[in-house]
C-alpha cells in the first residue's frame, strides 16, 4: 500500500479490524494488550502494537471507528429502571422454576431496593459511645411514624 505523503496509512488491514472489533465487543472485559494478542500481534510486542492502535496521531482512523462504536454501544449499555427490573424479574422466575428459593428471595429485595422500598442506613462508630447515647443515637436514626 502506498502511503503518498500521508504520516498514516489510512486503510484498515484485517488484523486491526480484528483488534476493532475485539477491543469494542469485549469493552471492559479485555485489556487492548490482550485485544491485540487474539487480534494476531505477537505476544511480545502486543502492548505496543495495542498503544499505537489507540494513539490519535498515529492511527486516527481506528480511533475514529472505535469511538465511533463505542457511542453506539453506550445505548445498548444503559440501564434504565425498567430493564434493570425487567432483567431481575426473568432472574427471579429462572430461579423460582429452578427451586432456587434463595435467589428468587434476594432478586424480590432486589426488586424492592430499586423501587425505594428500602433504604440502608449505617452508622460508624469513631470512640467509645455509652449505651445509653448509643440508643439515642439509633433511635434518632431509625425515627417510627
Not at 34 to 62: F, M, Q, V
Request: charged residues 30%; positive net charge.
Amino acid at each position: 500500500m502506498t502511503n503518498k505523503g500521508k504520516k498514516y496509512l489510512t486503510k484498515i488491514t484485517g488484523k486491526q479490524q480484528k483488534f476493532i472489533d475485539l477491543y469494542t465487543s469485549k469493552y471492559g472485559l479485555l485489556s487492548a494488550r490482550d485485544c491485540a494478542i487474539r487480534a494476531g500481534y505477537d505476544r511480545s510486542s502486543a502492548h505496543t502494537r495495542a498503544n499505537e492502535l489507540l494513539d490519535w496521531r498515529k492511527n486516527p482512523h481506528i480511533v475514529e471507528e472505535i469511538s465511533n462504536r463505542q457511542i453506539a454501544n453506550r445505548e445498548v449499555w444503559l440501564i434504565d429502571k425498567e430493564k434493570h427490573l425487567a432483567n431481575l424479574t426473568r432472574i427471579q422466575n429462572e430461579a423460582r422454576s429452578k427451586g432456587q428459593y434463595g435467589v428468587a428471595g434476594k432478586m424480590e429485595e432486589l426488586k424492592g431496593k430499586v423501587q425505594g422500598f428500602y433504604i440502608d442506613r449505617n452508622m460508624t462508630l469513631t470512640k467509645e459511645v455509652s449505651e445509653t447515647d448509643l440508643n439515642g443515637r439509633l433511635k434518632d436514626m431509625f425515627q417510627t411514624k
